[in-house]
Structures are given as C-alpha cells and as structure tokens.
C-alpha cells in the first residue's frame, strides 16, 4: 500500500489542478482507511473533494468523508 499511495501522491504533486489528482487524493484516502490512519483519510479525502471529481466519485469521496470522521471522533 505504502508504494500504491507514493504513486498517488507523485500525480498530485505533478498535477495538482487536474483531475487525476482528485482521483489519486480519493485513492489515498481509501488506502489510509485500511491502514486505520482515519485521520490522514478525512485529510485526503477533503482535498479530494476540493478538485473535479465526477459525481460517483464524489459520493465515494464524500462517503469516505464521513467514515474517517466516525472513527476520528470517537
């Protein structure tokens, strides 16, 4: 996962305002949810959010939202 998400984060730095880059931080978020770094996921899954992510994706975006919040708040 640790080499998946240096992937995702080499698309982010190389292309920050294209979309692929909300698809590699919606990416990384749901690589930091299986590592149960909850906070990192809500973190990667705002600034996915914050780009131009089609709408399923940002559903899946905004569901993982919410999922790293649940456990960040206990």
């Keep these: 996962l640790d080499n998946a998400k ?3 984060l080499l698309v982010t ?9 909300s698809k590699a ?4 978020g749901e690589i ?3 590592k149960k770094n909850f906070g990192d996921a809500e973190t ?3 600034k996915a959010l914050e780009g131009h992510l089609e709408t399923s994706l940002m ?5 993982g939202l919410s999922e790293a919040k ?5």
């Design 25 to 28: 931080w919606l990416h990384i």
């Design 32 to 34: 930091q949810l299986q």
């Design 44 to 46: 990667a899954f705002s």
């Design 70 to 74: 649940l456990h960040t708040e206990d």
């Design 59 to 63: 559903i899946d975006s905004r569901l």
């Design 6 to 8: 240096s992937s995702f």
């Design 13 to 21: 730095e190389q292309y920050p305002e294209d979309i692929y880059a």
